[in-house]
């Protein structure tokens, strides 16, 4: 069965300019939730779709937004980007129900100068 | 709300050296408890999960066990090797809005073992 699947895995990025990464989830997986890793914030939950649904959200502004489509795979979407955006984005997939375990892919580090 | 803390790293070891890597939460009703385990470069893997009170979660020589009592999911492993070296997060899921589930993760502890 084939992982979690984050493109690109590397982006650079200028101030102001807007980004959107993709992440294709596993097989059969439903729920897709994206996480902020940063040194100093550590790891920080973004938001979560299922079933094309946004089910919850974190304390993020707006310029962070993301969509699911019908095949599960999903985009995150940051406008206007700012210094402190750079970090490195986690994807990961869950059948969903309840308190299943999370698999995640390897993350598309951004760099925003 | 929710939290998880986790002992301040880094923690430098020798090889087949014990580890433990204290973990401790504060949670509403009843998490689901993980570790998780990221190598340099590289997204998180799950290494072991707890579902309930008393629950043992083990892989790859790894072990934790769910406490109720004293809230806590310490991770432990009896002789580590070299390729262990790696950033270690506790973590548990959070029920919210009633149906969707956040991950609340610790601050990670990075784990170094020398030969």
């Known amino acids: 069965k084939a992982g979690v699947t984050q493109t690109p895995r590397y982006l650079i990025k200028t101030r102001g300019q807007q980004v959107t990464l993709s992440c294709s989830p596993i097989?059969?997986?439903?729920?897709v939730s994206w996480y902020q890793q940063t040194p100093g914030q550590g790891l920080q939950f973004l938001f979560e779709?299922?079933?094309?649904?946004?089910?919850n959200k974190g304390n993020f502004p707006g310029r962070f937004s993301g969509r699911q489509f019908s095949n599960s795979r999903s985009e995150m979407n940051v406008s206007t980007l700012e210094l402190g955006d750079s970090a490195l984005y986690l994807c990961?997939?869950?059948?969903?129900?309840?308190?299943?375990?999370?698999?995640f892919g390897q993350g598309t580090r951004l760099t925003v100068v | 709300g929710d939290s998880v803390t986790q002992m301040e790293g880094p923690v430098t070891l020798s090889e087949e050296a014990f580890l433990t890597i204290n973990c401790t939460y504060t949670?509403?009703?009843?998490?689901?408890l993980f570790w998780y385990v990221q190598y340099p470069g590289e997204g998180l893997q799950l290494l072991l999960k707890?579902?309930?009170?008393?629950d043992k979660g083990s892989n790859k020589g790894f072990e934790a066990t769910y406490r109720k009592e004293t809230t806590s999911f310490h991770l432990e492993k009896g002789s580590v090797q070299v390729s262990d070296s790696a950033v270690y997060f506790c973590?548990?899921?959070?029920?919210?809005?009633?149906?969707?589930?956040?991950?609340?993760f610790g601050k990670g502890t990075t784990l170094s073992v020398s030969s």
């Open positions: 990961a997939s869950s059948q969903g129900q309840g308190r299943t375990e999370a698999f």
């Open positions: 097989s059969g997986h439903r729920s």
């Open positions: 779709y299922f079933s094309e649904t946004q089910r």
């Open positions: 949670a509403t009703g009843y998490p689901s």
């Open positions: 707890a579902t309930k009170a008393d």
């Open positions: 973590a548990l899921v959070s029920l919210v809005n009633q149906a969707g589930t956040a991950l609340i």
